[in-house]
C-alpha cells in the first residue's frame, strides 16, 4: 500500500501567482493506511458606500465560515482541507488490487497509482484503505489486478468537497465480471455557496447605488439639496468674520453647474477597463478566495485568472496610441517623448525586479536566485516596443476618415503598414523559434507541460523552445520555480510564463490594443464606426482563434495556453479585449449609463494599485490571520476585503487628486 502522503509545496510565492500552489495538488492527494476506518452624483457617496462595503464584507466572514465548515463533523477524525474529500476503498476480491488516478483535465497523461488493497480475508469480508482526494476536478479511478496489471475496471468521478464516498470492488454472479461502484456515505458541503452570498452582497450594493442615483437625480431631490445646502452656506458666512473685500466664496451653486468643456476629454470607458483588469488581478493574486477557477490554468485552456493581464497589456496599447497623439499634438518633439519611453521602461523594469519580486519571501534578494523576468518586466518591454513603434509613425494631426471610400475600411491600417511589417516579422520569429528550433532531448515544435503528460515520455520538457531560450539567456535559478504546470502535470522543472519568447506576443497583445487606439483617434465622435470597427476586429480575431485551436482545448494546431502566451491566446484574449471594450465604451462613454465606478477609479492610479498590492500584501487590512484557514468562505471573504481596501484607496487618491505616474 502507498505511503505517500499529500501531496503539495510549502513554498512560498509572493507573485501574481501567489498561494496558487499552496492549494495546489494532485488531483488525488494523499491516502491513509488501512487501519483507519474514517463620476457625479455616484462620486459624492462612493465613501460611503465603500465603508459600506467593506463593513458588511467582514460581517460575512462568521456566516461563510460556518457555511463552509458545517459538514465536517462526519469526519472530523480525519484532518481535511479545502477542495478535499475522503474515498474508502473496499476489495472483496480474492487478489490484490492496484487503485490509479488520473484527472480529466490532464491531458494524455498516465495514471498516477494511488495504493495496493491486498485481498479480502474471506468471503463477504472486504480489504479496505482510506484515501484523501481532491475535488476541483472530476477524476478517473483504475482498478489493476497486481498479477499480469489485468485493468478491471475505470471509474469517472467528481468528488465533493468534504464528502465521504466508499468505492466497493467486487466480483458479480460471474466470476470473471468485476463491479466497481461508488456509494456516498456522507453528503458534501457546497463550497460555491460563499461566491453567491458575495454575488448578492455586490449586487445589492451596485443596485442601492442606481436607486440612490436615479433618486438623486430628480428634480424635486435637487431642489431639496440645493436650498438645504444653500441655508447650510448662509449659516456657516453668518458664524464667520466674513473676511475681506478681496475673499471670494465659492458657491455651492457652482458644483451643480455642469463644468465648461475640455478641448481634450478623456474616455472613462478606458480607465473604467483598466479598472476592471487591474480589479480582478489584484483579486486573484490575493488568492481569489482558492477557487481553481480564480488560479491559473495548469496548461492549456483559461480560467478568469487567465484573462486580466492580457487585458491590461491591451489597454496599454490603447493609451499609448492616444497618449502619443496628444503630447504631438501639444508640440512635444518626437525626440523627448522617445527618451520619456525609455525612462518610463526602465523604471517599470526595476519596480518589477526589485519591489515586487516573489523572492522577498524567502529572505533578502540574491543574485544566485533572483527571479528576472516578472510582469512589470514584460509590461516594460511590450511598452518599450509598441510605443517606439508608434512615435515613428504616429501623425501629430489627425482627420476623421471618410467612410464612404470603398478604400476607408483598411485606411487605419495602410496608414500604419511599416508598424504591421514589424510587427508581422516578430511573429514570423515566435513560430520559427517555437516549432523549428531543437531543444535537447525534446521533440521539434514541443508545446506540451511535461511532467506525466504525453504519457511521460517528454517529462524534462514543460515549455519546449520557450524554456530552453530561458534556462540558455538567464539560467535556470533566474526563472520561475513554481509554474502552474505542477499542479495538474507534476512537473518538476522551473518554467517562467513571462519569459523571454512568450515577450514576442505580449506585444503583439499590445499593438492590438494600440489598433484600437487608432480606431478612437481617427473617428472621434463616429460612436457607429468606433463600435463597428472594434467588432470587427474581435470576430477576425475569434475566427484566427477558432482555426488556430480548432475549437478545442489542446487538440489544435496552437492551443490557448497561458504559460506559453501562445498566438492563439492573443488572438482569443484580443478578441474578448475588443467585445469588453465595446460593451464600457457604448455604456460608460457613448450613452452615460454608467459611470465606471468603482473601477474607473483604480484604473486611474493603476500602476500604483498594483505595487501596493504586492508590496503590502501581507499586512492588514489586507490579511489576518483565520480562525479556519481551510475555508473557501474565510479565504474569499479576506480576498474581497483586500480588494476592495484598494479599490477605496484608489478612490480617496482620486477625491485628493493623488495619481502615482512614471
Known amino acids: 500500500m502507498s505511503k505517500q502522503g499529500r501531496l503539495g509545496s510549502g513554498v512560498c510565492y509572493g507573485k501574481r501567482e501567489a498561494e496558487e500552489k499552496s492549494q495546489g495538488t494532485s488531483p488525488v492527494i494523499g491516502a491513509n493506511p488501512a487501519s483507519q476506518k474514517e463620476m457625479t452624483q455616484p462620486e459624492k457617496h462612493m465613501f460611503s458606500l465603500a465603508a459600506l462595503a467593506l463593513v458588511v464584507a467582514v460581517c460575512v466572514v462568521p456566516l461563510t465560515a460556518e457555511i463552509s465548515t458545517s459538514g465536517l463533523s462526519h469526519q472530523k477524525h480525519i484532518s481535511l482541507k479545502m477542495d478535499e474529500a475522503i474515498l474508502t476503498v473496499n476489495n472483496e476480491l480474492d487478489s490484490d488490487v492496484v487503485v490509479s488516478w488520473v484527472s480529466e483535465r490532464c491531458y494524455q497523461c498516465l495514471y498516477q497509482q494511488l495504493g495496493v488493497l491486498p485481498a479480502g480475508p474471506g468471503p463477504g469480508q472486504p480489504s479496505s484503505a482510506n484515501f484523501v482526494v481532491s475535488t476541483q476536478h472530476e477524476i478517473t479511478l483504475q482498478l489493476n489486478r497486481t498479477t499480469g496489471n489485468l485493468e478491471l475496471c475505470t471509474v469517472p468521478f467528481h468528488f465533493g468537497e468534504h464528502g465521504n464516498y466508499s468505492l466497493w470492488v467486487k466480483n458479480l454472479n460471474d466470476s470473471s465480471v468485476v463491479n466497481c461502484s461508488i456509494v456516498t456515505d456522507a453528503d458534501p458541503v457546497n463550497s460555491y455557496i460563499p461566491i453567491l452570498v458575495a454575488f448578492l452582497l455586490f449586487a445589492g450594493l451596485a443596485l442601492a447605488s442606481a436607486i440612490g442615483t436615479k433618486i438623486l437625480g430628480l428634480d424635486v431631490v435637487k431642489g431639496i439639496l440645493f436650498r438645504f445646502s444653500g441655508s447650510m452656506e448662509t449659516e456657516r458666512l453668518i458664524n464667520s468674520e466674513l473676511g475681506s473685500p478681496s475673499r471670494t466664496v465659492s458657491l455651492v451653486a457652482d458644483d451643480i453647474l455642469p463644468p465648461a468643456p475640455s478641448p481634450s476629454k478623456r474616455l472613462r470607458s478606458l480607465d473604467t477597463f483598466r479598472g476592471l483588469s487591474l480589479v480582478i488581478m489584484v483579486f486573484v493574486n490575493y488568492g481569489g478566495g482558492r477557487y481553481w477557477f480564480f488560479r491559473h490554468e495548469s496548461w492549456n485552456g483559461l480560467t478568469v485568472a487567465d484573462l486580466v493581464f492580457p487585458w491590461f497589456v491591451f489597454i496599454m496599447g490603447t493609451s499609448i496610441a492616444l497618449s502619443i497623439n496628444s503630447m504631438l499634438r501639444a508640440g512635444s518633439t518626437r525626440r523627448s517623448l522617445l527618451r520619456k519611453v525609455a525612462w518610463r521602461s526602465a523604471q517599470l523594469f526595476i519596480i518589477g525586479v526589485f519591489i515586487v519580486n516573489p523572492n522577498y519571501c524567502h529572505g533578502p534578494l540574491s543574485w544566485d536566485n533572483l527571479r528576472i523576468p516578472g510582469v512589470l518586466q514584460r509590461l516594460a518591454w511590450s511598452y518599450l516596443a509598441v510605443a517606439c513603434l508608434d512615435l515613428l509613425l504616429a501623425r501629430g494631426h489627425l482627420d476623421i476618415l471618410t467612410t464612404d471610400a470603398w478604400w476607408s475600411p483598411g485606411l487605419d491600417i495602410v496608414l500604419y503598414w511599416p508598424a504591421w511589417l514589424c510587427v508581422l516579422l516578430l511573429e514570423v520569429i515566435w513560430l520559427c523559434l517555437t516549432f523549428l528550433l531543437p531543444v535537447p532531448d525534446c521533440p521539434t515544435g514541443y508545446l506540451g507541460p511535461g511532467g506525466i503528460g504525453d504519457m511521460g515520455l517528454y517529462a524534462n520538457c514543460t515549455g519546449g523552445a520557450a524554456a530552453f531560450i530561458d534556462r540558455w539567456l538567464l539560467g535556470e535559478s533566474h526563472i520561475y520555480q513554481t509554474p502552474s504546470s505542477r499542479v495538474i502535470y507534476a512537473t518538476r522543472v522551473p518554467y517562467d510564463p513571462e519569459g523571454v519568447l512568450g515577450s514576442i506576443n505580449s506585444i503583439l497583445m499590445a499593438f492590438l490594443g494600440l489598433q484600437a487606439g487608432k480606431i478612437i483617434l481617427h473617428y472621434r465622435d463616429l460612436h457607429t464606426s468606433i463600435i463597428s470597427r472594434f467588432l470587427t476586429w ?36 484580443a478578441c474578448f479585449a475588443y467585445v469588453l471594450l465595446v460593451l464600457v465604451y457604448y455604456t460608460v462613454d457613448v450613452k452615460g449609463w454608467w459611470s465606471g465606478a468603482p473601477f474607473y477609479y483604480p484604473g486611474m492610479n493603476s500602476i500604483l494599485v498594483y505595487v501596493g498590492h504586492e508590496v503590502f500584501k501581507e499586512y492588514f487590512p489586507f490579511r489576518w490571520r483565520m480562525a479556519n484557514s481551510q475555508s473557501h468562505g474565510e479565504h474569499l471573504t479576506q480576498n474581497l476585503v483586500a480588494t476592495s481596501c484598494w479599490v477605496f484607496i484608489s478612490y480617496m487618491l482620486y477625491r485628493k487628486k493623488i495619481f502615482w505616474k512614471i
Not at 482563434?545 to 492551443?559: E, H, M, N, R, V
Open 538 to 573: 474581435g470576430l477576425l480575431l475569434g475566427v484566427i482563434s477558432a482555426i488556430l485551436t480548432k475549437c478545442s482545448t489542446d487538440q489544435g494546431f496552437i492551443p490557448v495556453n497561458k504559460n506559453l502566451w501562445s498566438l492563439s491566446y492573443v488572438t482569443t484574449l
